[in-house]
Antibody
């Protein structure tokens, strides 16, 4: 069964750091381009960033609100995606989803995890 | 940056009725790069449509997508009770890579 399971969410103070993980199973992780998408309470979806597969260069792209503060990485030996979040702000409070595409199309996401909740508050 | 606008914000309909949801882009979008998602409360989004009109695996044929350029439409032929949810359009571009519309909530009249 194809599955993405996020973990690592929690309560953190403004200015703090947190690392999220996304464990993948049921597909060839090292070929997948992986994204993080977040959703603030009661709001819509916001793309956070993406990492390509290592065979496609392993490069990253980020949304403007998180660029320079968030870093996406991957460990293909562990089938795990990471999101390192530094200098957190209250507006980073959201459910964070990892997502991918199983059909090697980079333009939409057809597999999503259930999400992990990050709360930034003093 | 391409901005997506969805209308209406809320659509109140009865089961069995037809739902027509609109997604308008601030600049022309390649049809290949337009997708639709459904999200129910407490759940992750689910891909419905990609490439503007192709149904994702397992999606019933009452869901259909159409459009080109700056105007795209998601149609739900006859609403089933499980279709009441929020629907988002999404486009793929240069920067940012993915942009979502604000969503249309389809609720029970």
């Amino acid at each position: 069964e194809v599955q993405l399971v996020e973990s690592g969410g929690g309560l953190v103070k403004p200015g703090g750091s947190l690392r999220l993980s996304c464990a993948a199973s049921g597909f060839t992780f090292n070929n997948a381009w992986m994204s993080w998408v977040r959703q603030a309470p009661g709001k819509g979806l916001e793309w956070v960033g993406r990492i390509k597969s290592k065979t496609d260069g392993g490069t990253t792209d980020y949304a403007a609100p998180v660029k320079g503060r968030f870093t996406i990485s991957r460990d293909d030996s562990k089938n795990t995606l990471y999101l390192q979040m530094n200098s957190l702000k209250t507006e980073d409070t959201a459910v964070y989803y990892c997502a991918t595409n199983l059909n090697y199309s980079y333009s939409y996401m057809d597999v999503w995890g259930k999400g992990t909740t990050v709360t930034v508050s003093s | 940056e391409i901005v997506l606008t969805q209308s209406p914000g809320t659509l109140s309909l009865s089961p069995g009725e037809r739902a027509t949801l609109s997604c308008r882009a601030s600049q022309s979008v390649s049809s290949s790069y337009l997708a639709w998602y459904q999200q129910k409360p407490g759940q992750a989004p689910r891909l419905l449509i990609y490439g503007a009109s192709s149904r994702a695996t397992g999606i019933p044929d009452r869901f259909s997508g159409s459009g080109s350029g700056t105007d795209f439409t998601l149609t739900i032929g006859r609403l089933e009770p499980e279709d009441f949810a929020v629907y988002y359009c999404q486009q793929y571009g240069i920067s940012p890579r993915f942009t979502f519309g604000p969503g249309t909530k389809v609720d029970i009249k």
